[in-house]
Every structure is written in C-alpha cells, then in structure tokens.
C-alpha cells in the first residue's frame, strides 16, 4: 500500500478551517469493508462528517462510490455535482470523477479525489459553505 499524502492533507485543511479531527484511517481497496467502516462511523454517531479521498476513478478497484451508495440513506447531489464543476475550471479530467455525497443517519458522507492537490482544491472551494450544511443535519441550526 502506498503512502497516503491525501488524508493528512485533508486533515490538516479542516483543522486549519476550526473542525475536530476524530480519525484518520487508510482502508484497503475492498468494497465491503468500506462499507463495514462507514456504517460503523455513521450508526454508532461517531463523527458528523466522513470525508474518503481516492477510489473514485475508473480502475476496477476504484468502488469508493459505490461503497458509499450502498451504505446512504438520502443522496446529496448538489456538493459532489460542484466540486466537479469547479474542478472543471482546473482540468478536464475532472469529469472522470465518480465521487458522491451521501447522508447516513446524521453523518454526512463526501468522497473526494485521491491527489493531495486536488482534495485541497475541492475542500478549499467546499469548506466555506460545509459549516452551515452540517448545522442543519446536526440540529443545530433550522433551515428558515
């Protein structure tokens, strides 16, 4: 298994941003123990917020996406359909991207691409707008 870059990286963005990191987890690439580890995190209300980087291209072993579908209860669109738009505006390629956005229980669940560069990309454009999103699942804010 390689050295993971991504995840610090992301880590290291939300603890400047003023969120909790409770964990970080390298996982090998196999769809039923993701699947295992995000019902795990989400039913068990271990964090608000799950964040994968990688596994979302178009190798045979790329099932992130797929992982995270199976485990949702409601889908949310919108967050995965901008992070490719604005990476649109950066590289073509980002319309590769097969990372979506899933709600289980009160946890929401984003997949991000696996480059260092590009998770900062995304969570730079992302973060502004995550806060008011996970009051609102949380309860603890209203929307209205």
């Known amino acids: 298994m390689r050295e993971d870059k991504s995840g610090p990286?992301?880590?290291?963005?939300l603890e400047a941003a003023g969120y909790q990191v409770a964990d970080t987890r390298i996982l090998?690439?196999?769809q039923a123990l993701l699947e295992e580890e995000l019902r795990n995190i989400c039913d068990q209300h271990l964090a608000d917020l799950v964040l994968t980087t990688g596994g979302t291209g178009f190798s045979m072993r790329d099932r992130t996406p797929e992982a995270t579908l199976a485990v949702a209860h409601r889908q949310v669109p919108g967050i995965s359909e901008a992070l490719r738009a604005y990476s649109l505006t950066i590289t073509?390629?980002?319309?590769l991207s097969r990372g979506v956005s899933v709600i289980r229980e009160q946890t929401l669940i984003i997949?991000?691409?696996g480059s260092p560069?590009?998770?900062r990309e995304s969570?730079?454009?992302?973060?502004?707008?995550?806060g008011h999103g996970l009051d609102i699942l949380?309860?603890?804010v209203?929307?209205?």
Not at 92 to 95: K, N, Y
Not at 124 to 129: D, I, N, Q, S, V
């Open 117 to 119: 560069k590009a998770v």
């Open 123 to 130: 969570l730079e454009y992302l973060l502004p707008a995550l």
């Open 28 to 30: 090998p690439d196999e």
């Open 9 to 13: 990286e992301a880590a290291r963005l």
């Open 111 to 113: 997949n991000l691409p």
């Open 142 to 144: 209203t929307d209205g």
């Open 92 to 95: 073509p390629r980002a319309m």
């Open 138 to 140: 949380t309860g603890t």
